[in-house]
C-alpha cells in the first residue's frame, strides 16, 4: 500500500507558480479537470489526486484517505498552494486541510469545494452503498446530472463503477468531528439547478471557517466542472469579477462584534444618520447602527453607487442598482440586485414573549392549521422561518402593498425550496388580485446557522453570490487593516 498519494499534472507552468490540488467527485479521475488544463495552463500547476481504484491504481487496495493526501502535499509542496475539492472532494478537501493544520503543515491560501454537503451532513451517496449498479447508474443520472449514455457503454461502467464504490464507503463511514473553525479562506461554488446540493445549503460552509466565505451560484447542475469548468476556472484565477450580472443577487453578512472600526466611523455618517445615532440611549446600539450604516455606505461604492435618502422602509434605488438591510443582535445583512426590487431579512434565534401571539399575528388561517400539527419543539423555528420570508417580500415590495402579513402566506411548501407566496383565505374579496402580484415574487431562505435570513426577489429565477465581511475587508482608504 502507498504510502502517499500521487498527482498527476495537467498544466504547463511557469517556475515558482502557485499549485492548485484538486480532488474528484465519487468515481472521479484525472479527466473530471480536463477542462483545466487549458484554462490555467501556463498560470498555475493544476495537480489531481490518483485516488485508489482508478488511473494507474486500478488494483490497487485500500480506501480512500485523507491523511495520505495531506501528508503528500505537506512532503512535496514548496510553493503557495490552494486545494479544490468536487462533490465528494470537497469533503475530503476539508478533512485534508485539516489534517495539514494536525500535521503543522503551511496551510493552503484558499479552500474551494464545488457542488459539496457540509461537512455535518451526510451524503446521499452514502446511502446508496446498497443499490445494485444499474440502480445505481440510474440514480446517478436522475440525481446528479451523469450522462444518459452512461447506460450503454459498459466499458465506463466497468472502471467507474469499483472506483465509485470504493468513494461510497468512505462517506457511508465518514463522521464529522468538531473542531475548531479553519483559518483558511473558503469559496464554494453552487449549481443553481443542481438536485443534490441546493446553493442555500452550500452556506453551512461559512460556518466552517474564521476567515472569509463567499459563495458563486453558476447557470448549472451538479457536474458543473464538465459545462462552466472555464467560468469556474476565471474566478479562482481573477477572483470575483465587479459589478452585478443582470440575473444576479449579491448578500453580503456582518457581525458587527468582529468589525470594530465601522462601528466607530460616526465621521462617515450623513447628518441625518449622525442625528439618529445621537438619539441612541445604550451606546452598544448606537454602535451597531453606526456599524451597519457605514458597512451599508462602504458597499455601495464597491459598486459604484452613492448612499441616497431612504423614507419608509423602501429599499433604495439608485441608477439600476436596488438594495434592502436588515439587522438582528449583531448581525446586518445586505442584498443587492438590479434592475428589480429586492428584500432581505433577518432574525437572531430569540424566542418572543408570547409565542401564541406572534403565531396569531404572523401567520394566516392555513400556515397556522400546518403550525399547530408540529411537534412543540419545531414550532418557533418554522415560525421564525416563515416570519423572515413575509418580512423580505414586505419589505421588498415597500408601498407597492402594504398589507397584514397574516393576509399573505406559504402553507403547504417545504424548507429548502423556493418560495412562491399566495394571499391567504382571510384576504378575500382581494385575494384574486393579491395572488396574482404575489405570483411574481421568489422567496429564497439563507441557513445562518446562528441566525434565519431570507431573500425576496421580483423574478422567477436568480444566481446567489453570497460574501461575508471579515475585518480588513471593505476599510476605507487610509484606514490600516487589521487582522
Known amino acids: 500500500?502507498?504510502?502517499?498519494?500521487?498527482?498527476?499534472?495537467?498544466t504547463r507552468y511557469p517556475?515558482?507558480?502557485?499549485?492548485?490540488?484538486?480532488?474528484?467527485?465519487?468515481?472521479?479521475?484525472?479527466?473530471?479537470?480536463?477542462?483545466?488544463?487549458?484554462?490555467?495552463?501556463?498560470v498555475l500547476d493544476v495537480r489531481v489526486a490518483m485516488l485508489p481504484g482508478r488511473e494507474g491504481r486500478i488494483a490497487e487496495p485500500g480506501a480512500l484517505s485523507p491523511e495520505l493526501i495531506a501528508r503528500s502535499i505537506a512532503a512535496h509542496q514548496r510553493t503557495p498552494y490552494s486545494i479544490y475539492g468536487h462533490s465528494m472532494g470537497?469533503?475530503?478537501?476539508?478533512?485534508?486541510?485539516?489534517?495539514?493544520?494536525?500535521?503543522?503543515?503551511?496551510?493552503?491560501?484558499?479552500?474551494?469545494?464545488?457542488?459539496a454537503h457540509p461537512p455535518e451532513r451526510r451524503e446521499t451517496l452514502g446511502r446508496w452503498t446498497g443499490l445494485g449498479d444499474?440502480?445505481?447508474?440510474?440514480?446517478?443520472?436522475?440525481?446528479?446530472?451523469?450522462?444518459?449514455?452512461?447506460?450503454?457503454?459498459?466499458?465506463?461502467?466497468?472502471?467507474?463503477?469499483?472506483?465509485?464504490?470504493?468513494?461510497?464507503?468512505?462517506?457511508?463511514?465518514?463522521?464529522f468531528v468538531r473542531q475548531e473553525p479553519l483559518d483558511v479562506p473558503v469559496v464554494a461554488f453552487a449549481g443553481a439547478h443542481d438536485q443534490e446540493v441546493a446553493h442555500p445549503t452550500m452556506l453551512g460552509w461559512a460556518r466552517h471557517t474564521s476567515s472569509t466565505f463567499r459563495l458563486h451560484t453558476l447557470d448549472a447542475a451538479h457536474l458543473f466542472l464538465a459545462t462552466h469548468g472555464d467560468e469556474v476556472a476565471r474566478t479562482i484565477a481573477e477572483g470575483p469579477r465587479q459589478g452585478l450580472a443582470d440575473d444576479e443577487v449579491h448578500v453580503w453578512l456582518a457581525d458587527l462584534d468582529e468589525l470594530p472600526e465601522m462601528r466607530a466611523a460616526v465621521d462617515e455618517l450623513s447628518p441625518r444618520e449622525a442625528a439618529r445615532a445621537a438619539r441612541f440611549r445604550q451606546e452598544d446600539h448606537r454602535r451597531g447602527f453606526v456599524g451597519g450604516s457605514v458597512l451599508l455606505r462602504r458597499l455601495l461604492a464597491e459598486y459604484g453607487v452613492e448612499p441616497g435618502a431612504r423614507s419608509g422602509g423602501v429599499p433604495y434605488a439608485g441608477t439600476e442598482l436596488t438594495y434592502s438591510l436588515s439587522?438582528?443582535?449583531?448581525?446586518?445583512?445586505?442584498?443587492?440586485?438590479?434592475?428589480?426590487?429586492?428584500?432581505?431579512?433577518?432574525?437572531?434565534?430569540?424566542?418572543?414573549?408570547?409565542?401564541?401571539?406572534?403565531?396569531?399575528?404572523?401567520?394566516?388561517e392555513r400556515e397556522r392549521d400546518e403550525f399547530a400539527a408540529l411537534p412543540e419543539e419545531l414550532r418557533?423555528?418554522?415560525?421564525?422561518?416563515?416570519?423572515?420570508?413575509?418580512?423580505?417580500?414586505?419589505?421588498?415590495?415597500?408601498?407597492?402593498?402594504?398589507?397584514?402579513?397574516a393576509l399573505f402566506g406559504f402553507a403547504g411548501q417545504r424548507p429548502g425550496a423556493t418560495w412562491v407566496p399566495e394571499a391567504a383565505p382571510e384576504a378575500a374579496p382581494q385575494a384574486e388580485w393579491m395572488t396574482e402580484r404575489l405570483a411574481e415574487?421568489?422567496?429564497?431562505?439563507?441557513?445562518?446557522?446562528?441566525?434565519?435570513?431570507?431573500?425576496?426577489?421580483?423574478?422567477?429565477?436568480?444566481?446567489?453570490?453570497?460574501?461575508?465581511?471579515?475585518?480588513?475587508?471593505?476599510?476605507?482608504?487610509?484606514?490600516?487593516?487589521?487582522?
Do not use: N
Not at 492548485?20 to 495552463?41: E, H, I, K, M, T
Not at 428589480?340 to 404572523?362: H, I, Y
Open 380 to 405: 418557533l423555528h418554522s415560525a421564525l422561518r416563515t416570519w423572515t420570508a413575509k418580512e423580505a417580500l414586505l419589505k421588498a415590495l415597500g408601498d407597492g402593498l402594504r398589507v397584514d402579513p
Open 327 to 364: 439587522r438582528s443582535g449583531g448581525l446586518v445583512l445586505v442584498a443587492l440586485t438590479t434592475g428589480r426590487e429586492v428584500g432581505a431579512d433577518l432574525e437572531r434565534f430569540r424566542p418572543p414573549a408570547d409565542e401564541q401571539a406572534f403565531f396569531e399575528r404572523v401567520l394566516d
Open 134 to 175: 444499474e440502480d445505481l447508474i440510474d440514480e446517478l443520472i436522475h440525481r446528479l446530472g451523469a450522462p444518459p449514455e452512461l447506460r450503454t457503454q459498459p466499458e465506463v461502467k466497468a472502471l467507474l463503477i469499483p472506483a465509485l464504490r470504493t468513494d461510497m464507503e468512505w462517506l457511508r463511514r465518514y463522521r
Open 441 to 483: 415574487w421568489r422567496v429564497t431562505h439563507l441557513p445562518l446557522g446562528r441566525a434565519l435570513a431570507a431573500i425576496a426577489v421580483r423574478a422567477p429565477r436568480f444566481l446567489l453570490r453570497f460574501e461575508t465581511v471579515r475585518q480588513g475587508r471593505l476599510v476605507r482608504p487610509g484606514v490600516e487593516a487589521a487582522g
Open 15 to 42: 517556475p515558482g507558480a502557485r499549485t492548485l490540488f484538486c480532488l474528484p467527485y465519487a468515481g472521479g479521475d484525472v479527466s473530471a479537470f480536463w477542462a483545466w488544463r487549458q484554462a490555467f495552463d501556463g
Open 90 to 115: 470537497g469533503r475530503v478537501a476539508f478533512e485534508v486541510v485539516r489534517e495539514l493544520r494536525r500535521l503543522g503543515a503551511p496551510p493552503p491560501e484558499c479552500l474551494y469545494v464545488g457542488a
Open 1 to 10: 500500500m502507498l504510502s502517499e498519494t500521487p498527482f498527476a499534472s495537467l
